[in-house]
């Protein structure tokens, strides 16, 4: 079966210390893969999308991603956390019914 | 061009009540997905609506229902209400013609007393 697998419900940074969120996903064919993350009490938001092309991703508030087929990875990192980014992020596919296959999220915490 | 809207923001109601709550999508969105969001279960996929079509349905019991009107604003249903419908649900738009992303509302917050 399809499916997302993010490692860590929760994953604690000192700030200005690198952010990295892990993810892994399952398929057989190239995925459309995002991140999403959702700040507490507000909706998701998209911080960036792979599709085609450059493996490396750049997104929204210096969030960046790599594709890796042969690891079948889409690890979210940042170089520098700030505490404005403590949310819920959320590793996505896209399968071929255009349906989003869910990872069960990571509580991203930064400590002062 | 406006965001993704849904209608009402928060609701409370008792056990066994029905509740409808409402999604605008982007405009020329056509299709409209529903999620709910709980804590323990996080987020799970309800359905999805495009053309005014039910185009995929996740696994949910058939109190939840939904449908979409012809300007693709779409409407989900929850009938003979349980606590455990207490849950943020929220609602997505994409064209639903290319593997795009979606864009979520804020969500209607719904507590089950």
């Known amino acids: 079966a399809q499916s997302v697998t993010q490692l860590g419900s929760h994953v604690s940074v000192s700030e200005g210390a690198l952010v990295l969120l892990r993810c892994n996903y399952s398929?057989?064919?190239?995925?459309?893969l995002f991140w999403y993350v959702q700040y507490p009490n507000q909706g998701l938001q998209l911080l960036l999308k792979?599709?085609?092309?450059a493996t490396l991703v750049k997104g929204i508030n210096g969030f960046e991603a790599e594709f890796k087929k042969s690891e079948t990875s889409f690890h979210l990192t940042k170089p520098s956390a700030h505490m404005s980014d403590a949310a819920e992020y959320f590793c996505?596919?896209?399968?071929?019914?255009?349906?989003?296959?869910w990872g069960a999220g990571t509580k991203l915490i930064i400590k002062p | 061009k406006a965001g993704v809207t849904q209608t009402p923001r928060y609701l409370i109601k008792t056990r066994g009540q029905q509740v409808t709550l409402s999604c605008s999508p982007i405009s020329g969105h056509r299709s409209v997905s529903w999620y709910q969001q709980t804590p323990g279960q996080g987020l799970q996929f309800l359905f999805e609506y495009f053309s005014e079509t039910q185009r995929n349905k996740g696994n949910f019991p058939g109190r939840f229902s939904g449908r979409q009107f012809s300007n693709s604003r779409s409407e989900m249903n929850v009938s003979t209400l349980e606590l455990g419908d207490s849950a943020l649900y929220l609602c997505a738009s994409s064209t639903g013609t290319t593997r795009d992303e979606q864009f979520f509302g804020p969500g209607t917050r719904l507590t089950v007393l």
């Open positions: 792979y599709t085609t092309g």
């Open positions: 996505v596919r896209l399968d071929s019914n255009y349906q989003l296959i």
């Open positions: 398929s057989s064919v190239p995925p459309y």
